[in-house]
């Protein structure tokens, strides 16, 4: 058993990177399908399939994560969805394709393969382990909720600056020569 304000922060987490990611994917899906293709792990028909569906699977999944009697559901996807993820980007890795765009920023932001990207889907899939655990039966009041919504702030927004620092991390290694 998990405090639920542990397992509700998970899985609030959780569904704000995958309605990110969803609208990223929405907003450009030519470019979404191109960086299926650039994976080289699906042939033609099937990229294009995956890349009109996949916005839609990302965001029943972080809905799931929103619904109380549904959240173990929502995390059982999310897991999977980031295991998917995951095993495409070691494939790449294991190929030597570092080159290509992991597809995980929105559209205007490359960022190359790379094991830091391995890194921060474990960290995620540990966390759609919490957001599924069962939970203690402690009424979320006042302070729980406070505590939920000052964690899900904290926790989205390092993972904001890791992302913003990952993603420039090979235009500041060219500007400093390196």
């Keep these: 058993m998990i405090h639920p304000i542990v397992a509700v922060s998970c899985a609030l987490v959780l569904a704000v990177i995958l309605l990110t990611g969803a609208s990223h994917k929405l907003r450009a899906p030519h470019r979404f399908a191109r960086q299926i293709e650039d994976y080289a792990l699906l042939s033609g028909a099937a990229i294009s399939w995956v890349a009109r569906a996949l916005p839609f699977v990302e965001g029943l999944v972080a809905i799931l994560l929103l619904v109380p009697g549904l959240r173990v559901w929502g995390a059982a996807g999310a897991g999977a969805l ?3 993820y995951t095993a495409a980007i ?6 030597g394709r570092r080159d290509i765009d992991c597809g995980c920023s929105g559209p205007g932001l490359e960022r190359p393969l790379s094991s830091a990207l391995l890194a921060r889907n474990g960290v995620l899939m540990m966390m759609a382990v919490l957001a599924g655990l069962p939970t203690g039966a402690v009424a979320l009041t ?3 909720l406070f505590l939920i919504g000052a964690s899900v702030a904290a926790v989205l927004i390092l993972y904001t600056a890791t992302e913003g620092l990952l993603t420039n991390q090979p235009r500041l290694k060219s500007l ?3």
């Design 82 to 84: 980031l295991a998917l």
């Design 90 to 95: 070691a494939i790449n890795l294991w190929r």
């Design 142 to 144: 006042g302070f729980g």
């Design 176 to 178: 400093s020569g390196r």
